[in-house]
C-alpha cells in the first residue's frame, strides 16, 4: 500500500502492472495541496510586509499615477457625455487596491487627496 490509498501490483502475461485505488488518498493530497497554497500566501503577504522604502514609494507613486490617469479618463468620457461602465469600474478597483503607507507623509497625503477626489467624482456620476 501507497500513501494509505489502495493499491495493488497485478501480475499477468509476465508484467507487473501498478495501478492506484480510487478512494482516501486523491482527497488527502488535495488537502495537502490547498494547505501548501495557503502557505504559499503567507509567505507572499510576509515579503510584502519586509518590502524595500524604495519599492514600496515607487509602488505608491505608480498607484498614484494610475488614479490620476483614471481621474483624466473620466473627464474626458464626460466631456464627451458619455461615461464607460469599464473606466468606473478599473478606478473603483485601483482605488480599493489601497496598501498600507508608503513610508512618505507627503506622498500619502497626495495620494489621500488623490483618493478622496476620486471618490467624490464616482458618488458624483452614483446619483
Not at 466631456?79 to 485601483?94: E, H
Amino acid at each position: 500500500m501507497v500513501g494509505g490509498g489502495a493499491a495493488a501490483v497485478r501480475r499477468g502475461s509476465g508484467h507487473a502492472r501498478f495501478s492506484l485505488g480510487q478512494g482516501a488518498a486523491v482527497g488527502r493530497n488535495t488537502a495537502a495541496g490547498a494547505a501548501q497554497s495557503v502557505g504559499g500566501i503567507d509567505a507572499l503577504i510576509a515579503l510584502q510586509a519586509n518590502e524595500d522604502p524604495t519599492a514600496r514609494r515607487r509602488r505608491h507613486i505608480r498607484r498614484g499615477h494610475d488614479l490620476l490617469d483614471g481621474l483624466d479618463r473620466l473627464k474626458a468620457a464626460l466631456l464627451a457625455g458619455q461615461v464607460p461602465i469599464a473606466d468606473l469600474k478599473r478606478l473603483t478597483a485601483t482605488l480599493a487596491a489601497r496598501s498600507g503607507t508608503s513610508g512618505d507623509a507627503q506622498l500619502d497625503d497626495l495620494i489621500a487627496h488623490i483618493e478622496l477626489r476620486a471618490h467624490v467624482e464616482l458618488a458624483k456620476l452614483q446619483r
